[in-house]
């Protein structure tokens, strides 16, 4: 077998594959079809400062080779996380990325400092929330909101910190310099794609909330190319996702310059689909020769 181990930020994962945050919850469902330690991490549900009942149904639709969510950040909240999630994620011998996300910089920054208390390997930070302070304006859209944020939660906790971009912008690289500038040890990316459907009998978008994040398949394209363009203008990790599938998805976006790769949508479709990736990762490098996954980050060749 090939070597799948990576290391992000100084911590060792034993494969690059992490179920995407929003997709996998905190693992309880899927541990009934398999050991959560195959897992290279996983990334949790994200977790805000109280608790978040989420938007109205319907909030979820299917599309072409995709889907659309506007779930809203239903969670628990953080104290609940720490205290009833958190010790049981604890126990599965794999990497544990606390996703979180807030209204406001003091209130991610509030949820950083609690987690940065417990034993939790890394923090992922969501900028695609809107920020209520400067009229409801994604951090993740703007530069200096993306900064601002990023350099809250950097001051707050000293755990690793990963921030999680949106592709709703002009430049994903400016986004990512800016990050980095204020103390991101990493980056992850894409996050969900604004889309929108009209159910034409209704008149009447699918979605209560009338647009939401695109994800699946179809995006996937995007994905490759902006973690691209990311992994050339940063110095620092990239974790790519978005329409990951296949383990050959998996290798072209570490290719692109990755050095994990999260799964989303797919599990939804196929829980055992992370599992299957890493093997199907493993099958290629060995039917390659390549003895370690490492070996293939960022080899892409322009033309």
């Not at 149904?57 to 599309?63: G, H, K, Q």
Request: net charge neutral; aromatic share 4%; proline share 5%.
């Amino acid at each position: 077998m090939a070597d799948l181990s990576v290391n992000i930020c100084g911590i060792d994962f034993k494969n690059p594959i992490i179920p995407a945050s929003g997709v996998f919850g905190y693992g309880r469902e899927y541990e009934e079809f398999y050991s959560l330690s195959e897992l290279g991490g996983i990334a949790t549900k994200g977790t805000t400062r109280t608790k978040r009942t989420g938007n109205s149904a319907p909030r979820i639709a299917e599309t072409p080779a995709g889907m659309l969510n506007s779930v809203g950040l239903q969670n628990p909240g953080i104290d609940y996380f720490i205290q009833h999630e958190l010790p049981n994620l604890m126990t599965k011998n794999t990497v544990i990325l606390a996703n979180i996300a807030g209204s406001t910089p003091e209130e991610c920054a509030e949820v950083a400092r609690k987690l940065d208390a417990t034993d939790v390997h890394m923090i992922e930070l969501n900028i695609s929330c809107p920020n209520v302070k400067q009229g409801g304006a994604a951090f993740g859209t703007s530069c200096q909101m993306a900064e601002q944020v990023t350099a809250a939660v950097r001051k707050a906790a000293k755990k690793p910190l990963i921030v999680k971009l949106s592709p709703n912008v002009t430049s994903i690289t400016e986004i990512a310099k800016s990050v980095e500038a204020a103390g991101a040890d990493a980056v992850s990316l894409i996050n969900t794609l604004l889309g929108m459907r009209i159910d034409i009998h209704t008149r009447r978008p699918v979605l209560r909330n009338n647009v939401g994040g695109l994800s699946g398949a179809g995006i996937f394209p995007v994905a490759v190319r902006m973690v691209w363009q990311t992994a050339n203008a940063v110095n620092i990790p990239v974790i790519g996702m978005g329409g990951v599938t296949s383990g050959e998805d998996a290798i072209e976006l570490m290719m692109a310059g990755a050095s994990a790769v999260q799964v989303g949508m797919a599990v939804f479709t196929d829980p055992y689909a992370p599992v299957k990736i890493i093997r199907q990762m493993n099958d290629f490098l060995d039917e390659n020769k390549i003895s370690s996954v490492r070996e293939i980050i960022g080899t892409v060749q322009p033309w």
